[in-house]
């Protein structure tokens, strides 16, 4: 736990001057870091990060999603996490995984509402 508040002191001293400068293309290379380290740290807590493709995914989606959402506005970013939702489901149907779908209702419910 102090480590991961550590790391979190450290990240915000280091991309808090990211947020002065947010109109230059260092914005979305750094939102698409700081997203990629805490699916990263997601999948670990819940043990996710075993399910290699479903990590690849879910690390492509998080470097995809701030880039999306900079140069392509919200239907952009909604049509992102629509395809994000739809490789997950195929993914876990394919393996017959069932933790993964039960996890996935979630976002499923808010990308259909």
Same mark, same amino acid.
């Given at each position: ?52 493709? /479903? $990590?690849?995914?879910? @690390?492509?989606? #998080? %470097?995809? +999603?701030?880039?999306?959402?900079? =140069?392509?506005? /919200? $239907?952009?970013?909604? @049509?992102?996490? #629509? %395809?994000? +939702?739809?490789?997950?489901?195929? =993914? ?22």
């Amino acid at each position: 736990m102090k480590v991961r508040i550590i790391i979190g002191v450290i990240a915000v001293c280091v991309f808090l001057p990211v947020l002065i400068f947010s109109h230059t293309v260092v914005y979305p290379i750094a939102m698409a870091i700081l997203s990629a380290m805490g699916v990263f740290e997601m999948l670990t807590c819940t043990r996710l990060i075993r399910k290699r493709i /479903f $990590s690849v995914i879910s @690390l492509l989606f #998080a %470097l995809s +999603a701030p880039f999306a959402a900079y =140069y392509g506005g /919200f $239907s952009s970013l909604m @049509l992102t996490t #629509a %395809l994000y +939702a739809l490789l997950c489901v195929l =993914y876990a149907v394919i393996f017959q995984l069932t933790e993964i779908l039960n996890r996935l209702y979630s976002t499923l419910f808010i990308i259909a509402y």
